[in-house]
C-alpha cells in the first residue's frame, strides 16, 4: 500500500530509537531520561520528578504521548506508589493540554505489557495517551498522505508547551509528591 511509504521514515526513526547503535545505546527512554538538556530535541514535553512525558514519534494520531517513569521496570507492579500516581497525574495533565490544544473527542489510554501484548519496548513501561476523533479510524490511510503529521510533531510540541504555561501544567501536585 502505498501509504506506507510516507509512514516508512517514523517506522524507521522508531526502530532505531528501540534498537542499540554506537551514539544511541539501549533503552530511548532511559537515554532521554539522562539527557535533560536535549529535552526539545527528543520532543520531551514535560519532565517531573518521577517521570517523563514525551511525543511518540510513530503516533497513532497527531498528539499521541507517552508517560514513562524514570525507572527502567516492565510492570505496573515493580513501581513503587509514588510513581504510580505521577503517571496517572499527568496522564490527566496531558488530557487536559491536549483538550485544550487540539480539542479531541476522546481519548484512549493504555498500557502494552509484555512484547505479545504489543509493547514496542517491554523493557520499560509506559503509558500510551491518545487523542481521538470521531472517523479518524481512518486517518493512517488517508492523512498519512499529507505531511500533517511530520509538520505537526514539532508545532504541536511547541503549542502543548504553550499550553502548559498558561494552564501551569503539569500541576504543582507533582513537586509535592516528593517524599
Ligand atoms: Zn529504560
Same mark, same amino acid.
Given at each position: 500500500?502505498?501509504?506506507?511509504?510516507?509512514?516508512?521514515?517514523?517506522?524507521?526513526?522508531?526502530?532505531?530509537?528501540?534498537?542499540?547503535?554506537?551514539?544511541?545505546?539501549?533503552?530511548?527512554?532511559?537515554?532521554?531520561?539522562?539527557?535533560?538538556?536535549?529535552?526539545?530535541?527528543?520532543?520531551?514535553?514535560? +519532565?517531573?520528578? +518521577?517521570? %517523563?512525558?514525551?511525543?511518540?514519534?510513530?503516533?497513532?494520531?497527531?498528539?499521541?504521548?507517552?508517560?514513562?517513569?524514570?525507572?527502567?521496570?516492565?510492570?505496573?507492579?515493580?513501581?513503587?506508589?509514588?510513581?504510580? %500516581?505521577?503517571?496517572?497525574?499527568?496522564?490527566?495533565?496531558?488530557?487536559?493540554?491536549?483538550?485544550?490544544?487540539?480539542?479531541?473527542?476522546?481519548?484512549?489510554?493504555?498500557?502494552?505489557?509484555?512484547?505479545?501484548?504489543?509493547?514496542? %519496548?517491554?523493557?520499560?513501561?509506559?503509558?500510551?495517551?491518545?487523542?481521538?476523533?470521531?472517523?479518524?479510524?481512518?486517518?493512517?490511510?488517508?492523512?498519512?498522505?499529507?505531511?500533517?503529521?511530520?509538520?505537526?510533531?514539532?508545532?504541536?510540541?511547541?503549542?502543548?508547551?504553550?499550553?502548559?504555561?498558561? %494552564?501551569?501544567?503539569?500541576?504543582?501536585?507533582?513537586?509535592?509528591?516528593?517524599?
Amino acid at each position: 500500500m502505498k501509504h506506507n511509504n510516507l509512514w516508512a521514515p517514523w517506522r524507521i526513526e522508531y526502530l532505531k530509537s528501540l534498537s542499540p547503535s554506537p551514539d544511541d545505546q539501549g533503552c530511548f527512554f532511559c537515554n532521554y531520561w539522562a539527557a535533560p538538556d536535549r529535552d526539545r530535541e527528543h520532543l520531551v514535553l514535560w +519532565r517531573t520528578p +518521577r517521570c %517523563l512525558v514525551i511525543f511518540n514519534r510513530f503516533p497513532y494520531t497527531a498528539g499521541h504521548l507517552l508517560i514513562a517513569p524514570a525507572d527502567h521496570l516492565p510492570d505496573l507492579a515493580d513501581l513503587p506508589d509514588p510513581a504510580l %500516581l505521577e503517571i496517572m497525574r499527568l496522564a490527566a495533565d496531558a488530557q487536559k493540554a491536549l483538550a485544550e490544544t487540539i480539542q479531541p473527542q476522546g481519548f484512549n489510554l493504555g498500557l502494552n505489557i509484555h512484547r505479545c501484548a504489543g509493547a514496542g %519496548l517491554p523493557g520499560h513501561l509506559h503509558l500510551h495517551l491518545v487523542p481521538r476523533w470521531d472517523g479518524d479510524t481512518n486517518f493512517l490511510t488517508t492523512c498519512a498522505h499529507t505531511r500533517l503529521i511530520s509538520q505537526s510533531l514539532d508545532d504541536l510540541y511547541d503549542q502543548l508547551k504553550e499550553t502548559s504555561r498558561q %494552564l501551569n501544567l503539569p500541576t504543582a501536585l507533582i513537586g509535592r509528591m516528593d517524599s
